[in-house]
């Protein structure tokens, strides 16, 4: 892939430039991402500092976003939020991606009986609903990140694993990975140097739709109370919280719901964009 | 022939799978903090009545005795009764399936009437960079918005302008199908936008992996109009992955539409489950999990039939995993 | 006077993501009523896009620069969507590479073939066309899918489809690639006498110069986006002016030397980005001077040919190869 020849940052300037929207995107990704790591850092006030200002106060110079139930200033609280959606997202979707990898790699080299038993595993886990299993995790470990974390990626496994196998699958027939094995090369070698290699690629677009899937996940669960607690914040949790007084401070709300929203689309627009780099779908005029 | 060997084969592949559903919700409930006699008694158990209750549900017998008991009650039909209110589970999940299914089928019946024409739009207007950007921005926006978010939203809107719509105030459909309908306007459409995105996105993608093929190219090239040829040659051959996204779309909206029942207070299966869960009623969690399972694997299996259907080469062993 | 085919100076490219890449770079072209020319060229020269081109059939990211191709006087790419449509389904037949991607996996035979007869097919004129592509197995056959069909037998039924209207000119590109090679003649000698019954011209793709040259009574040669070299079969096999078509007939089987070996073409057909400065097949020419690599090559019309090369009366008059 010219991606990886040209070196790396490049070929990144240049995806971005010929597609308009997954550059959009991974400038919007980048800079919220760099919003929550700077966060605590920007001059923005204390997140944690109760009567800022009055309660349920309107957005103003010294609370640009509005404060809270507790006079808190909201903004700041949004960046933590910003910050712990992503936090527990991409940790969940990075362990994830590496495990669902190797299993993937192992159903489709392996083959026979273990492959069988994984792949039906995966269906198992795939045929509960996503956000009962996660309330469901969450009521087994007391609610909280660790228990978010596992929740997303029990629920992403399947993505990876089955993707990963599938196109494992069409490598593993392949003269160079049959070289590899009479050559004398084990089990590990063949999996880490002949076929990872080659799902790479597969693997980095399900990592993108697994961390939208993820933040989702993640706001629903601190939706319903089942999240990060408090006085820990996350996006979820803190529209859970204002949406109590939806009518009375609507700016508790809308900032949050509207930046979920974006991190979420950035994902998106460059998942989408990266599908597209790996598998030009071109399609044809029909007239 | 062929078509009942290969549904006998997905249906063994299901039962597999309940089974494996089946042992974790049982596992993953007997790990969940807490015990029965906690739940019943309170705090004012003594270790007399906890006896009692420990053998009333069997608890004082090997895990994997009380397992195979459950089993078998539960594909009797009976779920046990609610450890809160001590009334049977399976009379309490009957009593709202009603509305978890009319919600369920009319959002995904919204997001089929919106998705599939955008996503063949989109499909078809991707020659162009307009057509493409504007297709890939559209899906992946309504995919973007999570539906609590798409609910406050509404939810403020219509408390300012109510157009009629209510929030809340749920009656049976058949009871009074008017007020039944303002009340499930908003958590329909709600619900269904992202599922709208969903069926765009995969109409698509799917209809642009049709028209890459010689097929579609033989058919532009012997004249056809472009409608002729989406009608005859691009629909029935996109469809099997709009199918397959439809169907779990559907199934998890059975299962899983905790958020919009709960903000609008639709007395569906899953505020039950989750207010079980809540209140650790164990018994009534198992089953409406398992539930849940079981409907997203038969409805699977429904559409593994649909894709035989669709398309004649499948039939065969050949399996979708 | 009108031709059937007319293609002057056609350049078309393709915006792909590593940038443009031409395809054709200055094809000109001429085919009368009732003849038969092979096109021969590697993959990359360009002549499955001149066969596409042929019905504006080209993907969408390409784009026409410059030229023109017309097909009985009306320009294909003259924008009018309707008038195309009637072209294609009246007056031109494609056959492509494999028939299995070619026809619908989901709609049986019959309905397929039905639907290229138009609104008057019936279940005679169906089974008419079967038994005109030898494929008069009665019923069994029509009610088949693509995929219970041999790979023969479906590229029979897609040559029927190709010409249910009985067209003017055909276009077929690589029709027996994707088929045992048993089969090729069977199918070449159906496509042919499909031809002569009903007068139509052939336009037929392929890489291997001696089957074209056993069809086809002109051949063109085609390299990097250009024709190189077009005579009659006789003229082209007795002697070649262009050092390409030359070391193609040298590395074919069957021109083996005196040690039994071919001589394979040194090097990799090119993948041009801009409309080429010199001559093309240069980097690989046992020909090559310094002209070669500055000077575009015209195409020239001798006695008996048209060639595009710097140096074709010497490589005329030499016997055998650089």
Request: charged residues 15%; aromatic residues 6%.
């Amino acid at each position: 892939m010219s991606l990886i020849v040209r070196g790396p940052f490049a070929s990144i300037l240049d995806f971005a430039r010929r597609d308009r929207l997954s550059g959009i995107g991974a400038v919007l990704l980048a800079s919220l991402v760099l919003l929550g790591l700077i966060g605590p850092v920007l001059p923005l006030g204390d997140a944690e500092e109760i009567g800022v200002g009055p309660r349920l106060a309107a957005p103003a110079a010294d609370w640009l976003l509005g404060t809270d139930e507790l006079g808190r200033s909201a903004l700041p609280r949004i960046v933590e939020g910003l910050r712990a959606t992503f936090l527990l997202a991409s940790m969940a979707v990075i362990l994830t991606g590496i495990l669902g990898t190797l299993v993937g790699l192992t159903a489709a080299y392996a083959g026979g009986i273990v492959d069988v038993a994984i792949m039906r595993l995966v269906d198992v886990l795939f045929a509960f609903p996503p956000l009962l299993l996660a309330i469901l995790i969450a009521a087994v470990l007391e609610p909280g990140g660790t228990s978010a974390i596992i929740a997303i990626s029990l629920i992403t496994l399947p993505l990876f694993v089955r993707v990963v196998r599938a196109v494992a699958l069409s490598i593993v027939e392949r003269s160079y990975v049959i070289a590899a094995e009479v050559s004398g090369a084990g089990f590990l070698r063949v999996i880490v140097f002949h076929l990872l290699p080659n799902v790479l690629g597969a693997v980095i677009v399900q990592l993108t739709y697994a961390l939208s899937i993820g933040m989702l996940v993640e706001s629903e669960l601190s939706f319903l109370g089942l999240g990060v607690q408090p006085p820990d914040a996350s996006l979820g949790s803190l529209l859970r919280l204002g949406s109590v007084y939806l009518t009375a401070a609507p700016w508790l709300v809308f900032p949050a719901g509207l930046l979920l929203a974006a991190a979420i689309l950035s994902v998106n627009l460059l998942g989408d964009g990266l599908r597209d780099l790996m598998d030009p779908l071109r399609g044809r005029s029909l007239r | 022939m062929r078509i009942f060997r290969f549904i006998a084969f997905r249906l063994g592949i299901a039962l597999v799978t309940l089974f494996g559903v089946s042992i974790i919700v049982f596992m993953a409930v007997h790990f969940v903090p807490g015990s029965y006699e906690d739940v019943i008694l309170g705090p004012f158990g003594t270790p007399e009545t906890r006896a009692i209750v420990r053998a009333k549900y069997g608890l004082d017998r090997p895990a994997v005795e009380q397992y195979l008991h459950w089993l078998a009650a539960t594909a009797r039909g009976d779920f046990g009764t609610s450890l809160t209110t001590g009334q049977p589970v399976a009379a309490e999940i009957i009593r709202r399936a009603p509305a978890t299914i009319q919600l369920a089928v009319m959002a995904t019946l919204l997001a089929i009437a919106v998705g599939v024409p955008m996503g063949i739009a989109s499909g078809v207007t991707s020659t162009s960079q307009f057509g493409r950007t504007a297709g890939r921005l559209v899906g992946a926006l309504g995919a973007s918005v999570p539906v609590f978010v798409l609910g406050t939203i509404f939810v403020f809107m219509f408390s300012i302008w109510s157009l009629g719509l209510t929030v809340g105030g749920y009656v049976p459909l058949f009871e009074d199908p008017l007020t039944n309908m303002r009340a499930m306007t908003l958590p329909v459409v709600t619900l269904s936008v992202f599922g709208m995105a969903l069926i765009q996105r995969t109409t698509r993608d799917s209809v642009l992996s049709v028209t890459s093929e010689t097929h579609v190219t033989a058919a532009v090239a012997r004249g056809e109009r472009p409608p002729d040829i989406i009608r005859s040659h691009v629909l029935r051959n996109a469809s099997i992955p709009i199918v397959t996204v439809t169907t779990v779309y559907f199934a998890y909206l059975l299962g899983g539409a905790i958020i919009v029942e709960q903000m609008f207070s639709v007395p569906g299966v899953a505020v039950y489950v989750v207010q079980s869960v809540r209140n650790r009623d164990y018994l009534a969690v198992q089953a409406g999990v398992l539930l849940a399972a079981t409907v997203f694997v038969t409805i699977n299996i429904l559409a593994d039939i649909v894709y035989a259907l669709i398309d004649p080469r499948i039939g065969g062993k050949r399996s979708q995993s | 006077m009108t031709s059937l085919l007319d293609v002057r100076d056609l350049v078309v490219v393709y915006d792909t993501p590593r940038g443009r890449v031409v395809a054709l770079d200055g094809v000109s072209l001429d085919l009368e009523a009732g003849e038969t020319l092979g096109i021969v060229g590697e993959s990359g020269s360009g002549k499955s896009t001149l066969g596409l081109a042929i019905g504006q059939l080209l993907p969408w990211n390409s784009r026409r620069l410059s030229g023109d191709l017309s097909v009985l006087d009306l320009s294909v790419f003259g924008g009018d969507d309707e008038r195309l449509r009637r072209l294609r389904r009246d007056v031109l037949g494609f056959v492509f590479q494999n028939p299995m991607t070619a026809l619908d996996p989901t709609m049986r035979i019959g309905r397929q073939l039905a639907r290229a007869i138009g609104p008057r097919a019936t279940r005679d004129s169906v089974r008419a066309l079967l038994s005109r592509v030898g494929l008069a197995g009665a019923g069994r056959i029509e009610q088949s899918f693509p995929h219970e069909l041999s790979g023969g037998m479906a590229q029979r039924a897609a040559i029927g489809m190709a010409i249910a209207r009985n067209p003017r000119l055909i276009v077929a590109d690589e029709p027996t690639a994707s088929l045992d090679a048993w089969l090729r003649d069977q199918i070449l000698e159906l496509l042919i006498s499909m031809c002569s019954a009903t007068g139509a011209s052939l336009v037929l793709l392929s890489h291997d110069l001696h089957v074209v040259s056993r069809y086809c009574r002109h051949v063109a040669v085609m390299y990097g986006g250009r024709i190189v070299e077009y005579a009659q079969r006789e003229t082209l096999f007795r002697r070649q002016a262009h050092p390409y078509t030359r070391a193609l007939l040298e590395s074919a089987p069957g021109a083996e030397g005196p040690d039994g070996r071919l001589r394979p073409i040194q090097g990799l057909p090119p993948v041009i980005t801009e409309s080429s400065r010199g001559c093309a097949f240069a980097p690989r020419c046992g020909w090559m001077k310094d002209l070669c690599n500055d000077v575009r090559p015209e195409m020239q019309l001798t006695r008996d040919r048209s060639v595009l090369c710097h140096r074709a009366e010497e490589v005329l008059a030499c016997r055998s190869g650089a």
